[in-house]
Structures are given as C-alpha cells and as structure tokens.
C-alpha cells in the first residue's frame, strides 16, 4: 500500500483556508531574503483578529508578515530626509 501521509510538503499551501488560519504559526528562515528588516514587532490581537489578517493575507498570495509591512509603509512614510 502506497498511502499518502497527511504531512504537507515544503513551502506547500493548504488545501482550505479555514485550517491554514487555526494553524499555529511556525517560524521560518528567510533572513536572507529579509535583511533589511532586522527588528521585530510584537503585537497582541484577538484570535479573531488574527484569523482575519491571515485570511486577507492568504486570499492576497501574500504573507502577513509581507501584507503587514506594506500596511505600515503606507501608513507610516519615511521622512524626507531620513536617508531611505
């Protein structure tokens, strides 16, 4: 018998969404592709809160941590002058 197991591959996408959102999230190493983001951001969200911003994410093909920097990029500009 050749049963498949239920373990998803690398870097694959979940079949639903529904299961993907109650997921625990799992770090992952992309430092390299991320080098110029070398702080980290905390915040605390409902559990609700959290489904909606992964679903959004997940409906955009995007991650949420890529959906979260463009949010703040938007809303937070550099400065002229501030060298970026």
């Known amino acids: 018998m050749n049963a498949r197991s239920p373990k998803r591959?690398?870097?694959a996408r979940p079949g639903d969404?529904?299961?993907w959102i109650k997921a625990p999230e799992r770090p992952t190493d992309r430092s390299s592709q991320f080098e110029n983001f070398s702080a980290?951001?905390?915040i605390d969200v409902t559990p609700d809160m959290r489904g909606r911003i992964k679903i959004?994410?997940?409906q955009r093909g995007q991650t949420v941590a890529e959906m979260l920097r463009a949010l703040f990029e938007r809303e937070f500009p550099s400065a002229p002058g501030d060298g970026q």
Do not use: N, V
């Open 9 to 11: 591959g690398f870097a």
């Open 17 to 19: 969404a529904e299961s």
């Open 56 to 58: 959004a994410a997940f």
């Open 40 to 42: 980290r951001l905390t």
